[in-house]
Every structure is written in C-alpha cells, then in structure tokens.
C-alpha cells in the first residue's frame, strides 16, 4: 500500500528540486527528514512539507505504521515558467524565465 502527496506550483527550478530528491530516494522517512533538515538547499524546504504531507496521509487515510514507511518514489516536474523581462542597455530587454515545479512523493510500508 502506498500513500502520495503532491505540490503543485512550487516556485523553485524543477532541476534543483530533482537534486534534493535524489538524496532522499528509496530512503526511510524518519532518515529522509533527517537528510532534508540538515542540507542546506533551498529546495529543502518545500519537499521537507511534501513529505510531512505524504507520512500523514499515510498515517491518517491508509493506516499504516509510520516507522515503517520508506519513500518510494519521488519526482519534480516542470510546471508553467513565468516570463520577466528585464531592462538592459541600450533600449534592449532580457528575458528571465521564473521557473516553478511540481514536486510529487510516494511513500509505501515495508513488508516483513
């Protein structure tokens, strides 16, 4: 059995998100909430409450033993990019792509 949360519109580049969550992958959640805590990335802080969000949906809707529950799979998807323009020299503009993810986790119960 398995338990998923998703954020969707997170607005941090899906590139450095994918980062953090390589370090978490097939992970034990108490251990992968150790990890997120003490690296010091700023895509840290939105998966750290993915994950939360995906142990309590485990706890509470599915029934399962929390000291279980081991992340299962985890991904960031790239969702709409925000287009900025930026004044430079001579009349000319630049354009900043503000990019945004969607961070989704899965976590499952280890079986004896």
């Given at each position: 059995?398995?338990?998923?949360a998703k954020a969707t519109y997170v607005r941090i580049s899906p590139r450095?998100?994918?980062?953090?969550?390589?370090?978490?992958?097939?992970?034990?959640?108490?251990?992968?909430?150790?990890?997120?805590?003490?690296?010091?990335?700023?895509?840290?802080?939105?998966?750290?409450?993915?994950?939360?969000?995906?142990?309590?949906?485990?706890?509470?809707?599915?029934?399962?033993?929390?000291?279980?529950?081991?992340?299962?799979?985890?991904?960031?998807?790239?969702?709409?990019?925000?287009?900025?323009?930026?004044?430079?020299?001579?009349?000319?503009?630049?354009?900043?792509?503000?990019?945004?993810?969607?961070?989704?986790?899965?976590?499952?119960?280890?079986?004896?």
């Amino acid at each position: 059995m398995e338990a998923t949360a998703k954020a969707t519109y997170v607005r941090i580049s899906p590139r450095k998100v994918q980062i953090v969550l390589d370090l978490i992958r097939n992970q034990p959640a108490d251990k992968a909430m150790a990890i997120l805590q003490y690296t010091p990335k700023a895509a840290c802080e939105p998966v750290m409450k993915v994950l939360k969000s995906a142990i309590a949906n485990a706890e509470n809707n599915n029934n399962m033993d929390t000291s279980r529950l081991v992340v299962s799979h985890c991904n960031a998807t790239a969702g709409p990019t925000l287009k900025r323009i930026q004044a430079r020299s001579h009349g000319r503009a630049y354009r900043i792509n503000k990019r945004t993810s969607h961070i989704t986790i899965t976590v499952k119960e280890l079986e004896d």
